[in-house]
């Protein structure tokens, strides 16, 4: 399954900005968002069932960030909420293994967020 994601692009402080994850098929299973800021490795950001559409997250955006799906369209949407300098990197959409599993496999390309202070 190939997966893009795309919306990156340049946010103030305190603003919001809508990503998307595009999927080549339907994903029955498990979604994930992670990020992977400057000088720092790829960190778990939120994932998204593809049955319920229940979601989780990692404590640095949970309250911030909304991530869904849209299963017709085989897509998965992340909401920034306000963002802080410390959200600024690329961000990839993948696969996960299970639902609260904090890892990810058969990663799209990123799509990078810049946040201005």
């Known amino acids: 399954v190939q997966l893009q994601a795309s919306g990156g692009g340049l946010v103030q402080a305190g603003g919001s900005l809508l990503i998307s994850c595009v999927a080549s098929e339907r994903i029955p299973g498990v979604m994930g968002w992670f990020r992977q800021s400057p000088g720092k490795e790829r960190e778990f950001v939120a994932g998204v069932s593809g049955t319920d559409g229940s979601r989780y997250y990692s404590t640095s955006v949970k309250g911030r960030f909304t991530a869904y799906r849209e299963n017709a369209k085989n897509t998965m949407y992340l909401q920034l909420a306000r963002v802080k300098s410390e959200d600024t990197g690329v961000y990839y959409c993948?696969?996960?293994?299970?639902?609260?599993?904090?890892?990810?496999?058969?990663w799209g390309q990123g799509t990078l967020v810049t946040v201005s202070s």
């Open positions: 993948a696969l996960v293994p299970a639902y609260g599993a904090r890892t990810g496999y058969n």
